[in-house]
């Protein structure tokens, strides 16, 4: 089955500063890779996802990029504001699959 | 309106009890899930079910029943409870059972704890 690996596990970051988050995954087979926010006492809520048949997608603040030959692809938020601190979960999923394989979270901390 | 709405929010009871979580879905999705997050945030899925039919049954301890009376509802329940299953439970629903296609629309999570 898919194994998807995410890093750092925690992130701090002064506000107006870039986070960066990184996933890797091991079914070369994957070709859709949401992200998701769970803020505090919520449950995870989808920010942005990719497919494979491009290497970047931006919406406002946030971009992600992914790499599909060294299989790993990545969260990109800018100009972060303390209301970005929350946990995020990079995953993978097979495009018509019916299961979808979640990261092991970032914690991302926005200081003021 | 709650698009996902689970209940109870917070659960505290003895091991060897049996409990229930209830989750519905307004959004007209065909797919339900349960989902386990434990404390260190790991997110593992344990049910699907797609218009009342289970299709995903994880590794999970047979303690734990899903039960889907129509495709709004996907209730939890668990027997014997045992220290590990403290946890937050989450429900979710997505229109259909293909992931790509949609979102995962996730409840406010279920936070279990087993004494």
């Known amino acids: 089955g898919e194994n998807v690996e995410q890093h750092p596990s925690t992130l701090s970051v002064q506000e107006g500063d870039s986070a960066v988050i990184k996933c890797t995954y091991s079914d070369s087979a994957s070709n859709y890779f949401p992200w998701y926010k769970q803020e505090l006492g919520k449950g995870p809520q989808l920010i942005i996802d990719?497919?494979?048949?491009?290497g970047e997608k931006k919406d406002q603040r946030i971009a992600v990029t992914l790499n599909k030959t060294a299989k790993h692809f990545s969260l990109h938020i800018t100009e972060t504001q303390p209301e970005d601190s929350a946990v995020y979960f990079c995953?993978?999923?097979?495009?018509?699959?019916?299961?979808?394989?979640f990261g092991t979270g970032t914690r991302l901390t926005v200081i003021p | 309106d709650t698009a996902v709405s689970q209940t109870p929010k917070y659960l505290v009871t003895q091991m060897g009890n049996d409990k229930s979580i209830k989750c519905e879905q307004n959004l007209g999705h065909d797919t339900m899930y349960w989902y386990k997050q434990d404390s260190k945030k790991f997110l593992k899925i344990m049910f699907s079910?797609?218009?009342?039919?289970?299709?995903i049954n994880e590794t999970v301890p047979n303690r734990f029943s899903p039960k889907s009376p129509d495709k709004a509802h996907l209730n939890l329940h668990i027997n014997s409870l045992e220290l590990g299953d403290s946890a937050v439970y989450f429900c979710?629903?997505?229109?259909?059972?293909?992931f790509g296609t949609g979102e995962l629309f996730f409840g406010e999570g279920s936070r279990l704890t087993v004494l």
């Open positions: 979710a629903s997505s229109q259909n059972a293909q």
């Open positions: 995953a993978a999923a097979q495009t018509g699959a019916n299961n979808l394989f």
């Open positions: 079910y797609n218009n009342k039919e289970l299709i």
């Open positions: 990719i497919r494979s048949n491009v």
